[in-house]
């Protein structure tokens, strides 16, 4: 069984590969009579694109979202919306020596375990590149809730973070790391510099806040809109964690600490703090709706690292080509799209059953 598929009411099927033709994404249930053009998706996929500063991969592509079907004169008919994004700048050669042994840290040996064989070219399916059919899809998604507004930032890289005291949202837009701290920004053009000059890679915190979100969505146990957060970002290509509100910081306080106090307020209540992150018991509360992912450094490295050929044998390898000395920098409009996919998949569950 291959699980390519995310979603119950609101699902999309993502296909394609890294150095393929095309890839792209498959979105059933979006509602009927929603505006929706390549001009409302587009901008998303400019934020995650490649090439656009040192710091990220200088493959150069356009992802230029087409859309295929389940649109009429610019609104969305209820049926099934396809929307393909070409690879234009491929560059297979630069795999030959992946084709012959395993990147340590990537989904190379496990794709070999599993399936008998691999696409070597840029990790085929394992490879960031097919994050950007999930930001199409998500800028699908944000059409169904639009009372919910997605804010994503990095929050730290290499072990850096940001100072809370100096947060401006203004700011993650004038620097290349999505960042909202100037000062944070400053200090990680060296970070990951250094990193992409010595032929390395660092790691980063992405954090993730949908305001607006209103109280009841999700669903006790099996349904928790938390859980299928958490799962919607673990299956990020390169996520190795996921936070929700205070996350694992919550096993360190008390049961007052951890609380989330609530007071009268003229459209329900008022809290003080929120520590849950805008869920409890799997449904949310009204609050911001806070997620924390975590990724990994780059797996393709050109410094060399200690590994195995198909056949078994010791060898080394350090992998040629263009790639991310960050990858969560570019993981921010990724975070966001998944954060849209589940709220508007979790909105119309709400409304399925409570009406």
């Not at 100096?166 to 004038?174: C, K, L, Q, V, W």
């Not at 056949?311 to 409009?333: F, L, N, W």
């Amino acid at each position: 069984m291959s699980v390519n598929t995310f979603g119950r009411l609101l699902r999309f099927t993502t296909w394609g590969e890294s150095h393929g033709p095309a890839l792209g994404a498959v979105v059933d249930g979006c509602p009927p009579g929603l505006a929706l053009s390549e001009t409302a998706i587009q901008p998303y996929l400019d934020a995650r694109r490649p090439g656009q500063s040192k710091f990220t991969t200088q493959r150069q592509e356009p992802d230029a979202v087409r859309i295929l079907s389940g649109v009429f004169e610019g609104r969305s008919t209820g049926t099934p919306i396809s929307l393909m994004i070409e690879n234009v700048d491929q560059r297979s050669k630069d795999y030959s020596e992946v084709a012959k042994a395993y990147r340590p840290g990537h989904a190379d040996y496990a794709y070999d375990a599993k399936y008998g064989f691999r696409d070597y070219r840029g990790g085929g399916r394992s490879s960031a590149r097919e994050t950007a059919a999930r930001v199409a899809a998500g800028a699908v998604a944000r059409l169904v809730i639009p009372e919910v507004a997605i804010l994503g930032y990095v929050a730290e890289i290499g072990g850096d973070a940001i100072d809370p005291a100096r947060f401006d949202p203004a700011e993650i837009g004038n620097n290349p790391f999505f960042c909202p701290d100037a000062a944070a920004a400053a200090r990680w053009e060296k970070i990951v510099d250094e990193a992409r000059l010595a032929g390395s890679s660092v790691g980063a915190v992405v954090e993730c806040v949908a305001s607006g979100v209103p109280a009841g969505w999700g669903a006790p146990l099996y349904g928790k809109l938390d859980a299928d957060l958490a799962a919607a970002m673990m299956g990020i290509n390169a996520v190795k964690g996921v936070e929700i509100g205070d996350g694992f910081a919550a096993a360190r306080l008390t049961g007052e600490q951890n609380a989330d106090p609530m007071r009268p307020g003229n459209d329900g209540p008022v809290f003080t703090e929120n520590h849950a992150g805008g869920i409890a018991g799997g449904i949310s509360t009204g609050q911001p709706v806070k997620v924390r992912v975590a990724f990994k450094p780059t797996s393709s490295i050109l410094t060399p690292v200690e590994t195995i050929d198909r056949d078994g044998q010791a060898t080394e390898i350090r992998t040629k080509g263009r790639h991310d000395p960050c990858v969560g920098i570019r993981g921010v409009p990724v975070v966001e799209a998944m954060m849209a996919l589940v709220l508007a998949d979790h909105k119309l569950l709400h409304r399925g059953q409570c009406g």
